[in-house]
């Protein structure tokens, strides 16, 4: 089994920064791709950013784009988030997610392990 750990959630001002991390732990797979979610209230849990195994490949959200991030420290087991020119709208609960393979993917449906979630919330 694997447990991820998300962290570094907090609140924020508007157009300020966070940095998320995704800690893995446990029966981690040899090679593993790493995705970020966030699920803001009333609405349903959406994409973010995802990861490939190597790190050479990178996909994100177009309303992240260029503003997030993603990155991996696969020594550490640990994913990163870095969320800069933050918005009102980026307001929600970050998961990250994971799944054993090389390839990134973008539906939630892929992942096989979740985190609890860290809440992001941006003032306006």
């Known amino acids: 089994q694997v447990q991820l750990v998300e962290s570094g959630g907090g609140l924020v001002q508007a157009g300020g920064s966070l940095r998320l991390s995704c800690a893995a732990s446990g029966r981690t797979f040899s090679r593993y791709t790493t995705g970020w979610f966030r699920q803001a209230p009333g609405k349903e849990r959406e994409f973010v950013a995802a990861?490939?195994?190597?790190?050479?490949?990178?996909t994100y959200a177009d309303s992240v784009k260029g503003r997030f991030t993603i990155s991996t420290d696969n020594a550490k087991n640990t994913s990163y988030l870095q969320m800069n020119s933050l918005k009102p709208e980026d307001t929600a609960l970050y998961y990250c997610?994971?799944?054993?393979?090389?390839?990134?993917?973008?539906?939630?449906?892929?992942?096989?392990?979740w985190g609890q979630g860290t809440q992001v919330t941006v003032a306006s």
């Open positions: 997610a994971a799944r054993g393979g090389t390839y990134y993917y973008t539906n939630p449906n892929e992942y096989d392990y």
């Open positions: 990861i490939s195994w190597s790190g050479g490949r990178t």
